[in-house]
């Protein structure tokens, strides 16, 4: 382990001790390649900031994760969509260039710059609060969002007229 990294681990009060979370943050170059935590089934926190993680065998049971924070990795494809219950994603400064987030709606909060994410203008995040844009946006309607408290800008491409109904902030 070097001098930043971090590790936390937090389990249930279950008599089996389920892992809950998991965070591996500031491991650069010691953690690489695919972390698989498909048997962790009670797992609602996963943390890989930091990592030279490329890819991500994600929980087979979907409900429980509500927090996955993959920002400054090297991930460059991800499947979400049965992900539903996700209340906070960082995928920032990975190498995703596409990801399905129709189907997480429930989400509070959002940060995908560096990364050419693109939002799908029908889908309505109810919840979210905070947004970090890709870097890619070039427009924003602010109805897909109507809790939206904190918008973060990661580019010069989107200008303030290029936010639809920007009266909500």
Known sequence: LNAYGRIQIEWSDEPTKRLTKLALSAMFELLTGTIDVSALDRLEQLELPL??????????????LNKLNLGNTKVVTLDLTAYTHLL?????????????????TQLEQLRL?????????????????????????????????????????????????????????
Do not use: W
């Open 113 to 169: 710059g560096g990364t050419t994410i693109a939002l799908d203008e029908n889908t309505v995040y109810d919840n979210l609060t905070y947004f970090v844009t890709a870097d890619s946006i070039s427009s924003l309607d602010l109805n897909q969002m109507p809790k939206l408290a904190t918008l973060e800008i990661m580019n010069d491409q989107l200008k303030f007229s290029d936010v639809k109904n920007a009266h909500q902030l």
């Open 88 to 104: 906070y994603l960082n995928l920032q400064n990975t190498g995703l260039k596409r990801c399905d987030l129709s189907k997480n």
């Open 51 to 64: 990592t030279h993680v490329s890819a991500v065998k994600l929980p087979t049971n979907p409900e429980k």
